[in-house]
């Protein structure tokens, strides 16, 4: 589980959740088995760079590139790792 | 001059996010403690294939995005699999409430191939059969061997148990038998008092001190077992002080089609008086939704009477249950009398004391059937 986040980990969405874009809310939602997430601009921002072949390092630095910021890593990494307690991501070998 | 509050002038609503298609009342079992309508083989004939595609597209085009799909027995329906690849080309994540029965591999595999996303199976087995089955008989069998290919097929394995006073002193042996079967979650849901439920309440409502002893059982079991089995126990409503907040509203995010295309706030709200629900065989689910009087009847306060008028809770509980102010009080807009603040709390208080003092059971259980108990829906 989260004991192996690290910068070089490539999380993916959890098995049985979708991510998707839901013009009726305006929003990504992540959807799992009777229920459902509206993820706020930010969350959707890594969630949806989350594709289990980017590495986490990769993400925050796409992240910074798109909304031309820095030190993003703090930030990113705590809701991964939020994200992963809540199997919302998982990570991929 | 009166004054009206913003709450009791809502504004359009939200989309019907939640959508469950009740595709049939058909159902192999005959469960004494379903809650789909007493007079249910009344009802008109089921929507054919086409219709329940054009029920998912429009409402999906609304923004409707969780899709339950229940019954009755879902799968007695040879279409399933064409509806589930609808949905899911739709954008619907996809939940099927199923007792198992006519699970086989091939159509769990087809089902999968259609892009179902979830499985929760029941044991919605009639008393009887729950006994045999706690004795491990053929039951036991058929479900595991179900349970067994719904993990195969990477899905969680789900577990309903509805449950009442005849077998609530069984918990232990449910959940030890949840456990061998390696089910990641079980819902301990105790039976709400609707459809044949409701008829048969007497017989089914536990006592305190039985609702105890299987809250510590329940206990146990998640001390030992963690994460590796969640277990959802679901109190009876009628033990609580205050009322469950219904649907989270009538009209707020649940949409239900039964069967013949009748559309509901919620799978009970039919037996409701003075309400036309219409049907997706006359209107649009846009037109049922937003602009029918059935739908806009239990939206935003303005319906409320005291004590929920000028409670506070009101936002939070939405004034409770319709159908079980109705059932209880005589009249959908009082109070749930779940809650102790309403002037009718003394109903559920005496049913409650009569489960305790074992009153009222000379009648026999009236198991689900297709013929309608007398005098009842």
């Not at chain 1, 986040?5 to 992540?30: K, M, N």
């Not at chain 2, 809502?10 to 469950?20: D, S």
């Not at chain 2, 969640?230 to 707020?252: A, Q, S």
Request: aromatic share 8%; glycine share 8%.
């Amino acid at each position: 589980m989260m004991e192996g986040l690290s910068e070089t980990s490539r999380p993916a969405i959890g098995h049985g959740f979708r991510l998707q874009w839901e013009s009726a809310q305006d929003a990504h939602v992540l959807l799992y088995p009777e229920g459902m997430v509206k993820l706020n601009p930010s969350a959707a921002a890594i969630l949806t760079r989350c594709d289990g072949a980017r590495t986490v390092t990769d993400i925050i630095t796409d992240l910074e590139r798109s909304y031309s910021a820095e030190g993003l890593d703090k930030d990113v990494l705590a809701f991964v790792r939020l994200a992963l307690e809540r199997n919302w991501l998982e990570l991929r070998p | 001059m009166s004054t009206v509050t913003r709450e009791a002038l809502p504004g359009r609503p939200g989309p019907p996010l939640w959508l469950l298609l009740e595709l049939t009342y058909r159902c192999p079992l005959h469960c004494v403690f379903c809650y789909n309508p007493t007079d249910f083989s009344h009802v008109g004939a089921e929507l054919d294939t086409a219709e329940w595609l054009r029920v998912l597209r429009e409402a999906r085009a609304l923004g409707a995005v969780q899709l339950g799909l229940s019954g009755g027995e879902p799968l007695v329906r040879d279409d399933l699999a064409i509806i589930v690849a609808e949905a899911h080309r739709l954008g619907f994540y996809t939940n099927l409430t199923t007792s198992g029965i006519g699970l086989t591999e091939q159509r769990l595999a087809a089902l999968r191939d259609a892009g179902l996303d979830h499985i929760q199976l029941s044991f919605q087995d009639s008393t009887r059969q729950m006994n045999d089955f706690l004795s491990s008989t053929r039951t036991f069998e058929l479900k595991s061997k179900v349970a067994a290919l719904i993990k195969k097929y990477r899905y969680p394995m789900v577990l309903n148990v509805v449950i009442h006073r005849l077998n609530i002193d069984h918990v232990e042996d449910i959940l030890a038998m949840a456990e061998r079967m390696g089910a990641e979650y079980v819902e301990l849901a105790n039976t709400q008092y609707y459809g044949w439920a409701w008829l048969n309440r007497a017989q089914l409502l536990p006592s305190r001190e039985q609702l105890r002893r299987a809250e510590e059982s329940t206990r146990r079991f998640r001390e030992r077992l963690g994460s590796r089995m969640r277990i959802f126990f679901v109190v009876p409503d009628y033990f609580e002080t205050r009322p469950k907040p219904c649907m989270k509203g009538l009209g707020r995010i649940f949409l239900a089609i039964s069967p013949d295309g009748v559309a509901l706030p919620c799978h009970a709200a039919r037996m409701l008086p003075g309400l036309a629900f219409p049907s997706v065989r006359e209107a649009s689910i846009g037109s049922i939704w937003y602009d029918s009087p059935a739908f806009n009847r239990y939206r935003g306060e303005g319906w409320m009477k005291e004590p929920c008028r000028s409670c506070p809770e009101r936002s939070a509980d939405f004034g409770g249950c319709r159908c079980q102010a109705y059932l209880l009080t005589g009249a959908a807009a009082n109070a749930d009398p779940v809650c102790n603040l309403s002037p009718h709390r003394h109903l559920v208080t005496r049913i409650v004391a009569q489960a305790e003092a074992g009153e009222n059971r000379e009648q026999a259980l009236i198991f689900r059937d297709h013929r309608a108990p007398p005098g009842a829906g």
